[in-house]
């Protein structure tokens, strides 16, 4: 059973629109950044070991985008079955709940990284339910009976900062 944040505490409220576009940028930034450095080392490994170079795919090419593709749903369903939250989303203080506030479980975290795409694929209408809606919600987070919510405690960083401040005078 999870304890009741303090009140005057943003933990347990439903994230935002702005603050979830801006840990989903962080996100696209890693992937894309990884998902980079990954294939070069690939590269670089095999040159090692062959002595002859690997052509890699075109970014424009098939293979590429399916590559990326794979790679994007290991990191989010990934992050989301271990950890209930992203790296982006962890620098934000959002993390991933079932739809009634409990923990996260792997299965719906997989869900949630299959049913992600679907929110761009109908023109961007998925996202539609986390600026109007009352949960804040997307396409797949009903799909996956989840939510997003902020997980840190502002005013009691606040003092735990306050408190260290104080000590060290």
Same mark, same amino acid.
């Given at each position: 059973?999870?304890?009741?944040?303090?009140? !005057?505490?943003?933990?347990?409220? *439903?994230? %935002?629109?702005?603050?979830? =576009? @801006? +840990?989903?940028?962080?996100?696209?930034? $890693?992937?894309?950044?990884?998902?980079?450095?990954?294939?070069?080392?690939?590269?670089?490994?095999?040159?090692?070991?062959?002595?002859?170079?690997?052509?890699?795919?075109?970014?424009?090419?098939?293979?590429?985008?399916?590559?990326? !593709?794979?790679?994007?749903?290991? *990191?989010? %369903?990934?992050?989301?079955? =271990? @950890? +209930?939250?992203?790296?982006?989303?962890? $620098?934000?203080?959002?993390?991933?709940?079932?739809?009634?506030?409990?923990?996260?479980?792997?299965?719906?975290?997989?869900?949630?990284?299959?049913?992600?795409?679907?929110?761009?694929?109908?023109?961007?209408?998925?996202?539609?339910?986390?600026?109007?809606?009352?949960?804040?919600?997307?396409?797949?987070?009903?799909? @996956?009976?989840?939510?997003?919510?902020?997980?840190?405690?502002?005013?009691?960083?606040?003092?735990?900062?306050?408190?260290?401040?104080?000590?060290?005078?």
């Amino acid at each position: 059973m999870r304890a009741e944040p303090p009140e !005057g505490s943003l933990a347990g409220n *439903y994230a %935002g629109p702005i603050t979830r =576009l @801006a +840990a989903y940028a962080v996100d696209a930034f $890693v992937v894309v950044t990884t998902y980079g450095l990954m294939l070069s080392l690939i590269a670089f490994v095999w040159q090692l070991l062959t002595r002859s170079d690997l052509v890699l795919p075109a970014s424009d090419s098939l293979v590429w985008l399916i590559g990326l !593709g794979v790679w994007t749903f290991v *990191y989010f %369903g990934g992050s989301w079955a =271990l @950890a +209930a939250k992203t790296p982006g989303m962890a $620098v934000l203080g959002l993390r991933v709940v079932q739809r009634d506030g409990g923990e996260l479980t792997v299965r719906r975290a997989i869900v949630r990284a299959m049913a992600f795409p679907l929110s761009f694929v109908v023109l961007g209408l998925g996202f539609v339910g986390i600026v109007i809606g009352r949960e804040r919600r997307a396409l797949h987070d009903v799909i @996956a009976g989840t939510t997003v919510v902020y997980d840190w405690d502002a005013r009691a960083a606040r003092w735990r900062l306050l408190s260290r401040e104080a000590s060290a005078v």
